[in-house]
């Protein structure tokens, strides 16, 4: 059967979908998905009887593909690497469709973490339940490795993420108490409030001045964050409550978008706040 343009684009949400998971970026997943449909448009009359796996086994070799490739750019970044942020109201219908399908900006941030090759296998396999012989083909490898890719990346993703639990009430109140402690510059407060072991990454792209190095632990935690709440007090900024893939956060504006802030929480504190100040790295919804 020749290529369809209705059946393709039936599939590009999903498409979309895996290769966002896979690289971090929409940009990047939008150009990986209209490469796999010039490449379905070449398929010509080949049979292909199950047009998603087909398309997505596309999608996951050239994912692979632009993961290896920038691994050399991202090691040269400027500070730490985040996924992009997608920011959205909190409330209201629309809201909640634009939320509906991001993807956890906990789980994100622990792929960054992955091989190419255990990122691949890991979100075919385990999001999207693609079979292990078909994850060794994408891969270009055994059966046997490819399983070996996946569990490795099932590891990594289970001991080196950020606890996250709390649902996005809970997010809230503790994010609340979180601002105005450092606003207050209250640091036995801050410490109610933040989890022994909680990280903070900041993206500063090279854009904007920001740690270059994650900061671990209460004390450093809060005492970095007290003097930002003193600098943006001081440029008279402001913190609108919103979304950041589907956890709670802030946006920040400074007469315009300066950044935008979210946190995972567990047990009642945060364990993990997280930062994106590099300005092409945010997608802001229409709605704010």
């Known amino acids: 059967m020749p290529p369809s343009a209705e059946a393709f684009e039936a599939e590009r949400p999903h498409l979309v979908s895996v290769a966002y998971r896979m690289l971090g970026s929409m940009a990047e997943a939008q150009d990986v998905v209209q490469e796999a449909w010039l490449r379905y448009t070449r398929a010509g009359d080949q049979e292909i009887r199950d047009l998603r796996g087909w398309l997505t086994t596309v999608t996951g070799r050239l994912c ?65 339940a693609v079979p292990y012989d078909e994850v060794a083909r994408v891969l270009g490898t055994t059966e046997a490795t490819a399983r070996q890719h996946a569990s490795r990346g099932r590891k990594a993703a289970s001991e080196g993420g950020v606890r996250h639990t709390a649902g996005v009430a809970e997010q809230r109140r503790v994010l609340t108490a979180f601002i105005e402690a450092a606003n207050s510059g209250d640091l036995q407060a801050l410490a109610a409030v933040l989890a022994p072991d909680v990280v903070s990454i900041s993206d500063g792209g090279g854009f904007t001045s920001t740690a270059l190095r994650p900061i671990v632990g209460v004390e450093k935690v809060s005492r970095f964050y007290v003097g930002i709440a003193h600098g943006q007090r001081m440029a008279g900024v402001t913190l609108e409550p919103v979304l950041v893939n589907g956890v709670a956060g802030v946006l920040v504006r400074g007469g315009q978008i300066s950044g935008a802030m979210a946190v995972t929480v567990a047990d009642g504190r945060i364990t993990g706040l997280f930062q994106q100040l590099n300005p092409n790295k945010l997608l802001v919804s229409d709605l704010l």
């Open 64 to 128: 692979l593909d632009v993961l290896k490739s920038a691994r050399v750019s991202r090691e040269a970044y400027t500070g730490q690497w985040l996924p992009e942020f997608f920011v959205a109201p909190e409330v209201g219908p629309a809201a909640r469709a634009e939320q509906r399908d991001q993807v956890g900006l906990a789980l994100l941030v622990v792929l960054e973490r992955l091989s190419p090759e255990q990122r691949v296998a890991f979100v075919l396999h385990d999001a999207f």
